[in-house]
């Protein structure tokens, strides 16, 4: 009997995922990014493999249908595919690589956070739930489970009717970032999204950059404004991100110059003046260094390679799509 019911159990999950599959391969024909009837909700296919690229992810959650990303973040590496999503609470530079090919391509849906409709449905879980002690993490990957998934499959489900994405839509989303928020590591996440002691603090710089990364930012001024002592901002900074300050906001103003080229075809001159840089041998040397070609080079494999929709009216962080 036990042996019947987990064969039926690994039956239904196959079936899931392959129900999963054939509606992304549905919603997503071409490869690139492809925008849903829901402002923060965007489908990715990709049919070529991906090594050592430069990723900065707005705070999101990813699910994989097909395919596998890894992603090197200091010394830990975080395992994303159809077993395991990402969640980023914070946007953290990390180096990213797939497996993906024309038979398989891989296939993932990224849910750009509403950060106040998840903070206060995290208070909700908070008040209903044991509230221990979590440290709050910046990223995580971890198992995709049965209700979880199925919740995504009912909302891919949705999104193939424009009427049903409309008005399902965001009620189905809600229920994946219930899902997450009590999942195995939904603690961390809401200890994140509380706000509170060091990490709270870092986030706010992280949202100040994000907000003003054109401008002369220094260490100390961020210090400042987050009442910390340079060396314990230091300190927490790199805990939080894995970088230092003056890298972190290095990789926001290359990776905002990128998209401002690809997107809005800015000259590479127009778009180092912009993110803040006052040299263009300066910027052409570090984006070289940090994207491994140079700003034309780039733009022009991107756009050989994806097909890029276009940004929203409002960008409330920098990202790398």
């Known amino acids: ?5 987990m064969s039926k159990k690994r039956d239904a999950t196959t079936d899931r995922r392959a129900a999963m599959v054939a509606l992304m391969k549905r919603l997503a024909p071409q490869e690139g990014y492809t925008r849903t009837a829901l402002p923060d909700v965007r489908l990715l296919r990709s049919d070529r493999p991906l090594a050592s690229t430069p990723v900065l992810y ?6 994989v249908c097909q395919g ?40 993932a849906i990224y849910f750009s956070l509403d950060l106040a409709m998840l903070a206060g449905l995290a208070l909700q879980v908070d008040e209903m739930v044991d509230a221990s002690a979590t440290a709050p993490l910046g990223m995580f990957s971890t198992p995709l489970d049965d209700a979880l998934a199925g919740t995504v499959l009912r909302f891919l489900e949705a999104l193939c009717s424009p009427l049903e994405a409309v008005l399902l839509g965001p009620s189905i989303v809600r229920e994946i970032y219930f899902r997450v928020l009590v ?42 404004e987050a009442a910390m002592s340079v060396p314990s901002f230091h300190a927490h900074f790199r805990e939080v991100t894995q970088h230092s300050p003056m890298q972190y906001l290095k990789s926001v103003r290359l990776h905002r110059a990128r998209l401002l080229m690809l997107r809005e075809g800015r000259t590479a001159s127009a778009a180092c003046l912009e993110v803040g840089y006052e040299s263009a041998s300066q910027f052409s040397r570090e984006f070289k260094r940090f ?25 409330g962080w920098v990202t790398s799509h």
């Open 183 to 224: 999942g195995a590591q939904g603690g961390a996440l809401r200890a994140a999204l509380a706000g509170q002691g060091h990490f709270g603090r870092i986030a706010k710089a992280l949202r100040r950059i994000h907000g003003a990364f054109g401008e002369r930012l220094n260490v100390e001024r961020l210090a400042r």
């Open 58 to 63: 707005e705070p999101g959650i990813v699910v």
């Open 1 to 5: 009997m036990h042996i019947t019911l």
């Open 291 to 315: 994207f491994g070609a140079s700003p034309g080079d780039e733009v022009a494999r991107l756009k050989s390679s994806f097909a890029m929709p276009a940004l929203p009216e409002q960008l």
């Open 68 to 107: 596998c990303k890894r992603g090197l973040w200091g010394d830990q590496v975080y395992l994303y595919d159809a077993q395991h999503y990402l969640a980023v609470s914070v946007p953290v530079p990390f180096t990213m690589e797939t497996d993906a090919s024309a038979e398989e391509p891989l296939l």
